[in-house]
Structures are given as C-alpha cells and as structure tokens.
C-alpha cells in the first residue's frame, strides 16, 4: 500500500485559503488554487473529490475550534455550579470571552472563510446554527441555575434568544472586518458593556 505525498499539503492549503478569502467558494478557481501553488490540478483531485472538499478541509479547524471551545463553556459552568463558583465566574466573563478571542485567532483566516465565503457549501447556515444551539443550550442551563436559585433571568424566551443572536454575529463580524487580535480584544470589553448580560441575568 502506498503512502499518500503530504508534502504539497500546505501550499495547497494556504493557496486555496488565498483564493477563499478572494472570491468566496461559488467564484474561486482550482486552477488558481493549483497554479498559485505551483502544482496540477492532478494533484488536488487525488486529495480531494473536488472544489467543495477543499473548502471543507479548509475551513474545519474553525468548525473544531468553535465547537470545542462552545463545548468547553458549558461544561466549565456546570463545574463551577458543583464547586459554587458561578458568581465570581461571571463577574469576570469579560476575561473569558479575551481567552475565547485569543483562541480564536489562531484560526483567524479560515474562521474568517467560514463565516463570509461558505454560500453554495454545505456550511453555508453555519452562522444560524451554531448561533441557535449555543442559544438553546445557554437558555436551558440558565433557565435551570435559577429553578435552583443559582440565579435570576430577566429575559423572556424570545429577548434571550434575539440578544444571544445579536452578541455572536457582533463577535463574529470581528473576522469579516478583520480585526487586529488588539482591537478585537478591545471591543470584547465595548460588547460586554452594551450586551449588559450582568443586568439581565443576576448571579
């Protein structure tokens, strides 16, 4: 059994990025994306099926990242519920959402892809539905801190769900209006403050 070439990986991979970033999936090119990368057309499809699998291989480390650190918060605030240190926690949120950022920079480029070069892929609805389970998840483990008397709401279903909607698509247009990791850190502080999340829900 041979052994696949990896070696051209990572010009394929940053050349398509280039090429994303530019165009967006439905107008980039495989052949810009192999001749920026000094390679044949030969060479992408025997990696991958084509133009989509490419896109798909691109923007995944943003998907993981994003997942990953969505899974990490609502299993640190059910640890902090068992160790009784939610209110201590979530005064300092601002600090977290810094760390989240910092993260999330490290794959700035293909998070910047994966929200505002994806039409016609199959992550083109990625926005709304990462956007609505983190809303669904947040509102029922808020929902049950405060039937324990964790905490108090004071926000219906539907406010909860259109401010939850509006603070990620404010952080997320950090990536489309490319942001310095400084700047974006600086504004983690300005959404804090007009979100007032502490306002609505009391620890």
């Known amino acids: 059994m041979s052994i696949r070439d990896t070696s051209l990986d990572p010009r394929i991979m940053e050349s398509a990025k280039k090429e994303f970033v530019k165009k967006g999936f439905l107008d980039a090119s495989l052949n810009t994306i192999c001749r920026n990368a000094g390679i044949t057309t030969g060479a992408i499809y025997r990696r991958f099926k084509g133009k989509e699998e490419l ?38 949120s601002t600090e977290n959402i810094k760390k989240w950022i910092k993260r999330l920079y490290k794959e700035k480029e293909s998070i910047k892809i994966l929200l505002s070069k994806s039409d016609g892929t199959v992550h083109s609805n990625f926005i ?65 403050k007009f979100f007032a999340w502490k306002k609505f829900i009391e620890f």
């Open 128 to 192: 709304h539905n990462f956007i609505e389970e983190n809303f669904r998840g947040s509102y029922q483990l808020m929902k049950d801190f405060e039937s324990k008397g964790v905490c108090r709401v004071s926000l219906s279903y539907e406010e909860y769900h259109i401010l939850v909607t509006c603070y990620w698509t404010a952080l997320f247009e950090m990536f489309v209006h490319d942001f310095t990791l400084e700047n974006a850190l600086a504004f983690a502080l300005k959404t804090d």
């Open 55 to 92: 896109f798909i291989a691109v923007v995944q480390p943003a998907i993981d990242v994003l997942n990953t650190l969505s899974d990490e918060t609502f299993e640190a605030y059910k640890t902090m519920e068992k160790e009784h240190s939610l209110k201590e926690t979530w005064a300092n």
